[in-house]
């Protein structure tokens, strides 16, 4: 009876609480609109006006959908008023196709300056602490970027390097002009012997048989025009290159010690090459052109078929193989300065370029160590607001095979926050797949299972120590007789660091605990769940065969997988000896 009392009476009260005055109800009703609609203003300025429209869009869709625009004025102002279902990234889309990343929350009031000639660059901001965090991300970005344009401006009014890339500009060409001449020096002598020792087989007691003259004359005429021609290109070559530098005037004296450790050396053997050409083939040269005029002479008149005249001619032509008698030794002291000089001249390039290279890598290394710190710098304020989902518009600047443990940090940040978020949900699933979470560089991903006697073992418990995590099981041929080479190795590197966490694969206690006394298994590091395939730790660690091992170094990271035998103790012995 007083139980039915009291529900009838709690009933009552229940219709009296319902019946709300007529304003509460309209209230509750303007309250639940107000808070759907969850709008974020954006007042704006463009800077350098060259758009008319502007649209809020999700930045990672392309379905057109808009939240909110608004036209740009003709002073660049805009105001835009968007409904915001959650934080997330979104664009301003304009009317020309560019648009500007960033995050928004909802119940904004965003004041916001771009510039329309350069959209990345936030001018100045207020009321958005993501947009204020990607206005300093981005001048920290554009920095680190100018600094090589910095570094190449320095580099190009470098004063040095200005000497030592004029030098090898002009000194090349003199170089190739020197080794074509080269050729024309050794043409010369060798066509002067050949000369000789022709005009020699067909002279027997300074006569010739009247039988060889036209032989005598025709062969040793084409002789006679070979040295003219070799000589005279020679002479070409020497006229061209002091059109292009001597190398001995106008010099630099601030690089003094250059000249005369290289250059001078390189002209100096130059010198010799050229006083023997001179002093032996100049009026040499000069003889063999008066015999050629006389001959075309003879040809243009029809005489030289004479016999006078031939006689004439081959006269000339023994004359001519016996003005240099010592062709050869000339050949071989001409050949002996030409391969010094090429050294000293391929040395004298060799040296400009080395000294380039070095001021160059003064520059490289000042540049680097900026860069580097700069970029410890952005990958430090990316940490510092890693829950902040503008960090994602950043993170790939830093590429992950580089930088696993900033993005996994930074992504495991950002789905504790924001789990539902695509790109967030996206790259954390990613980022927590075996095959990521294991590969070299990463953290390795921590275990903690039971040894035979029950103890839990954490694999954490191990940092500060070399270790080889091995997964095998007493079934496992393969892994069996692998292991015989890491308790060599254990023995080998243990005293200075090296421990093993072996985790098995058994689903038999029995014969996991007798085949670790059977192999002499000594380390203390021994666990298993006995689930065979079903291991939670083969899992974590994505292994799919075994024997699989997994070397991490003293600070928890990955350093390479599945070493065996030899290549496990090269390993090691690049880390400890």
């Avoid at 009296?16 to 007042?43: E, N």
């Avoid at 040499?284 to 002479?297: E, K």
């Avoid at 001619?313 to 030409?338: C, G, P, R, T």
Wanted: aromatic letters at 10%; charged letters at 25%.
């Amino acid at each position: 009876m007083h139980k039915n009392l009291i529900i009838i009476e709690s009933s009552a009260k229940a219709k009296t609480a319902h019946r709300l005055p007529l304003t509460a109800f309209l209230f509750l009703v303007f309250c639940s609109l107000t808070a759907f609609a969850q709008k974020t203003t954006i007042t704006g300025k463009i800077e350098n006006i060259c758009f008319e429209q502007v649209d809020l869009q999700l930045l990672y869709k392309e379905d057109g959908v808009s939240f909110g625009s608004a036209k740009i004025n003709t002073d660049g102002t805009f105001k835009l008023t968007a409904n915001i279902p959650q934080t997330d990234l979104y664009k301003l889309v304009f009317n020309d196709g560019q648009h500007f990343m960033m995050c928004l929350s909802p119940n904004q009031n965003i004041e916001l300056t771009l510039d329309c000639e350069d959209l990345p660059m936030i001018l100045s901001v207020k009321g958005s602490p993501s947009i204020a965090f990607c206005k300093t991300a981005s001048e920290m970005v554009r920095y680190r970027e100018k600094l090589l344009d910095s570094v190449n401006r320095a580099l190009q009014t470098d004063k040095n390097v200005q000497f030592y890339n004029e030098f090898q500009s002009q000194f090349k060409p003199y170089f190739d002009a020197n080794t074509d001449a080269n050729e024309f020096c050794i043409a010369t002598a060798k066509s002067t012997d050949s000369l000789r020792k022709f005009v020699n087989s067909k002279v027997i007691k300074g006569k010739i048989d009247g039988k060889d003259i036209d032989v005598l004359i025709y062969i040793g005429s084409n002789l006679l025009k070979e040295i003219f021609t070799n000589y005279s290109k020679y002479t070409s070559y020497m006229q061209s290159m002091s059109l292009l530098n001597d190398f001995k005037t106008n010099r630099n004296q601030k690089f003094k010690g250059f000249y005369e450790s290289s250059v001078d050396k390189y002209l100096e053997f130059l010198e010799q090459r050229n006083t023997t050409m001179q002093t032996n083939f100049s009026a040499f040269s000069a003889q063999i052109q008066n015999y050629l005029l006389l001959r075309d002479s003879l040809q243009i008149n029809d005489l030289s078929g004479k016999k006078k005249e031939k006689e004439l001619l081959s006269v000339k032509i023994i004359e001519l193989s016996n003005v240099i008698s010592n062709a050869k030794e000339i050949e071989n002291s001409l050949s002996k300065a030409i391969q010094v000089a090429d050294g000293y001249g391929k040395y004298t390039q060799q040296e400009a370029q080395r000294n380039a290279s070095t001021i160059v890598q003064k520059y490289q290394k000042s540049f680097d160590t900026e860069y580097e710190k700069r970029n410890t710098a952005l990958a430090n304020y990316l940490l510092a607001n890693k829950d902040d989902l503008s960090v994602l518009m950043f993170i790939d600047m830093f590429p992950r095979d580089k930088n696993q443990a900033l993005q996994s940090e930074i992504i495991r940040a950002l789905y504790e926050k924001y789990p539902k978020q695509p790109i967030v949900a996206e790259r954390y699933k990613k980022e927590t797949s075996s095959a990521t979470s294991t590969s070299v560089g990463a953290m390795a991903p921590d275990l903690a299972f039971e040894n035979p006697e029950g103890k839990i073992m954490k694999l954490s418990d191990l940092r500060g120590k070399v270790v080889l995590l091995d997964f095998w099981a007493s079934w496992c041929r393969p892994c069996r007789i692998e292991n015989p080479n890491v308790v060599k190795t254990y023995h080998k590197y243990h005293d200075k660091g090296f421990e093993v966490y072996s985790v098995s694969l058994d689903r038999d206690k029995a014969s996991w605990v007798k085949a670790i006394e059977a192999d002499g298994l000594i380390w203390p590091n021994h666990v298993s769940d006995l689930g065979f395939w079903q291991s939670q730790a083969a899992k974590i660690y994505g292994v799919s065969a075994i024997p699989a091992t997994f070397l991490i170094g003293k600070d928890g990271r990955i350093i390479a997988k599945n070493l065996r035998g030899a290549a496990l103790e090269n390993a090691l012995k690049e880390l400890f000896d």
